[in-house]
């Protein structure tokens, strides 16, 4: 018999939760100026991008909160769970809009957090997906914040700091510290991973030990912009204990080539809805009497919400 099993933390976590719940009041509320403009995905996930747009949200393009923000001169904008920087919030309120925050508050205690070590006289290595959100915001925070990255010079830093994204992964973390500890000897790092990403990341690690029934599958579920997801997919595979997918939702799946697993396993990352993992997990329960290769979904948009 086939063991099929789902990650214990699973669904939004509550800096999405909350994210989604702001924006859905500012929608319905009549008393808000429209437009309602969001300043890129309010979270890494297209489903709930697509939702906000069926609610009257439009969601902006380009390279930058700057430059996205240029493109509007009315109504009301939606800081997204990433959050922005000052910069951005300056230029919104001399543009007379609306502002609307959904900046997770973990992220926002982080950036608190690398401005007092500033102000401290640190200078700050940051690591971090570059053209992410949450990067492009830390980074603008100061000028002593400098993004780690192969062109990266060397520098005469002051009290160096390792900081990062809060979703980046234990793993990556530690290989750049201990690399960059080669470079600056004093180097010192700063805790940011976000509880929540670092308890879905130690259930992965915790699998080392496990014995999988073989042949067996690790299911990542989530949206290929999430760095969580992506983090949480790099990690399984670091594993080398299992098959590894990273999938968007149930119609990626061929289940006829899932038939020979003895064990599947399905994760999700943060900003993935719950409902899309609970129903890949009933399907696979019945994966020996399936006779269709491929499933649509039967998800409705308000399902993703939920
Ligand atoms: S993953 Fe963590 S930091 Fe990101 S939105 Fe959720 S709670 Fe906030």
């Known amino acids: ?53 069926t609610i009257g949200i439009t969601i902006l393009k380009g390279d930058s909160r700057l430059e996205m923000l240029n493109t509007i001169d009315k109504g009301t904008v939606i800081f997204t769970a990433h959050g922005v920087s000052e910069k951005v919030y300056q230029l919104a309120i001399a543009k007379h809009l609306t502002i609307v925050d959904a900046t997770c508050p973990y992220v926002k205690k982080t950036f608190d957090e690398m401005k007092k070590a500033v ?7 940051f ?16 000028d002593h914040i400098h993004l780690v ?11 160096p700091l390792l900081c990062h994204q809060t979703t980046m992964s234990s793993y ?42 073989q042949p067996a599958l690790i299911i990542i579920v989530g949206d290929k912009n999430s760095n969580n997801s992506t983090k949480l997919y790099e990690m399984a595979m670091r594993l080398h204990q299992s098959d590894v997918l990273f999938i968007d939702n149930i119609q990626e799946l061929n289940f006829a080539n899932l038939k020979k697993y003895q064990e599947i396993m399905l ?4 900003s993935t809805p719950q409902a899309i993992i609970d129903e890949i997990y009933k399907t696979l329960l019945k994966l020996d009497h399936l006779t269709q290769n491929i499933y649509q979904s039967k998800l409705s948009i308000e399902d993703y919400i939920k």
């Open 1 to 53: 018999m086939k063991v099929i099993k789902k990650s214990k933390q699973i669904g939004f976590c509550y800096g999405v939760k909350r994210a989604i719940k702001i924006a859905k009041e500012i929608a319905f509320n009549q008393d808000v100026p429209k437009p309602i403009y969001l300043l890129g995905d309010l979270i890494h996930n297209h489903h709930i991008s697509e939702y906000l747009a």
């Open 119 to 125: 102000n401290d006289h640190h200078d700050i290595l």
């Open 127 to 142: 690591v971090g997906k570059i053209n992410h959100p949450e990067v492009e915001a830390a980074l603008e925070l100061s």
């Open 149 to 159: 990255d192969n062109d990266l010079p060397m520098l005469s830093l002051n009290q």
């Open 172 to 213: 990556d973390v530690m290989d750049v510290f201990n690399h960059l500890k080669k470079s600056y000897p004093t180097l010192e790092k700063m805790e940011m991973i976000c509880k929540v990403s670092e308890k879905r990341q130690k259930e992965i690690m915790q699998l080392a030990n496990y014995h999988f029934q």
């Open 267 to 270: 994760f999700g990352g943060t």
